[in-house]
């Protein structure tokens, strides 16, 4: 059973970047599937922010995509996000979370438990 | 980028009603549709991906349907650890987007 566990800085000041890593068990991310993040403003909805493949290639929000960064550290089976140039509207909890494949289905299959950012001076 | 809409946005019901709720697509996404429940305080757990295929480990009681653009999902007889919101997403195109949320609450 795959597991996935998100850890970083809680408080991150504006105009800095924040970085996060999921560390996952149970799975090797070098050998399928797709591996991403999402994330939840308090009391909002979730917004997809993007995900890699096994081999390292990466897909993202256009909402995000010139801030973001996903990349695999596979020596230590975990993934990382940086989102560059935060604001108070990137306060939000983070989940790392799996794609797995069913036929020509990708879909989530597991999340971390997520992890609270807050963007504040 | 593809619009999800859920409907109603809450919902209240009693012990053992039938509950069902709504997710519209704005263009055709065939059957690529996933619903999670969201518990409070909780990360989202995936209970349904093409449309109408539980995930392992979910209970009967959910059920899924649709295709295109319009979808349901249906607890049969709902629960007290039913309460919570539950999310629809589309994976047919990048980018992945989700419903506003539907949040259940028990009378």
């Known amino acids: 059973q795959v597991q996935l566990q998100e850890s970083g800085p809680g408080l991150v000041k504006p105009s800095e970047t924040l970085s996060l890593t999921c560390a996952v068990s149970?799975?090797?991310?070098?050998?399928?599937?797709?591996w991403g993040w999402i994330r939840q403003p308090p009391g909002q909805g979730l917004e997809w922010i993007g995900n890699m493949d096994h081999t390292g290639i990466t897909f993202f929000n256009p909402s995000l995509k010139s801030r973001v960064t996903i990349s695999p550290d596979t020596s230590k089976n975990q993934f990382s996000l940086r989102l560059t140039s935060v604001t108070a509207a990137d306060t939000a909890v983070y989940y790392c979370a799996r794609r797995m494949r069913d036929g020509y289905h990708w879909f989530i299959d597991s999340w971390g438990q997520g992890t609270l950012v807050t963007v504040s001076s | 980028d593809i619009q999800m809409t859920q409907s109603p946005s809450s919902l209240s019901a009693s012990v053992g009603d039938r509950v069902t709720i709504t997710c519209r697509a704005s263009q055709d996404i065939n059957n690529q549709l996933a619903w999670f429940q969201q518990k409070p305080g909780k990360a989202p757990k995936s209970l349904i991906y093409?449309?109408?295929t539980l995930q392992s480990g979910v209970p009967s009681k959910f059920s899924g349907s649709g295709s295109g653009t319009e979808f349901t999902l249906t607890i049969s007889s709902l629960q007290p650890e039913d309460l919570g919101t539950y999310f629809c997403q589309q994976y047919i195109s990048y980018p992945l987007t989700f419903g506003g949320g539907t949040k259940v609450e028990i009378k």
């Open positions: 149970g799975y090797s991310i070098r050998t399928a599937y797709y």
């Open positions: 093409g449309a109408s």
